[in-house]
């Protein structure tokens, strides 16, 4: 399979290009630099980038987007557009975009508008939350939504995870057993058009 990785090297794409190649699959790193990532072929460009988005959609059979919006108090309107021309660009790839916690749901309300959610996060949550909105209001593309456990970070592959849709799955994730279950999915579509959420087995 032909798999293309935006944000290849950051935590999640990083593992989720690891894992691809292990399984054999042939994968397109993309970042803004264009550097060079082993086991893969290296390509430059922005979210924001249609052109290249256009060609990676027809030349792969999944395009995996791993970019968070601004940890930075950057704008996050820039990302929100990226995301607005990616939901209108009809390409035969099927997407799988990575989420964030804060836009699942724990009955009926999200992580983000709960009493006690980090401030520092607030932001970033909510920005996540509008483009998982854009998702479910669109047609004509096959798209996965992959949400983590509150709290991931790299810590061991154990292959073994548990799943929900629209509330967490649990506490914690490693980025690599997220990682696993993205590649999971992608091998063997059980989310199509809708949000999936991954917490590591305890």
Sequence with gaps: MKIAVYGATGMVGSEVVAEAISRGHEVTSVTRSGKDVEGTTAVAAELGDGATYRDLGKGNDVIVIAVPPSRTGGDHQEYLDAFEQITETLVPARLVVVGGAGATEVEGVRLVDTPGFPEEYKAEATTCAEVYDMFTSVS?????????????????????????????AGDFVSSQDFAVAILDEIETPVHENRRMTVASEK
């Design 140 to 168: 004509g593309i096959t798209w996965t939504v992959v949400a983590p456990a509150p709290v991931i970070m790299p810590a061991r592959r154990t292959g073994s995870y548990t799943l929900g849709t629209d509330s967490p």
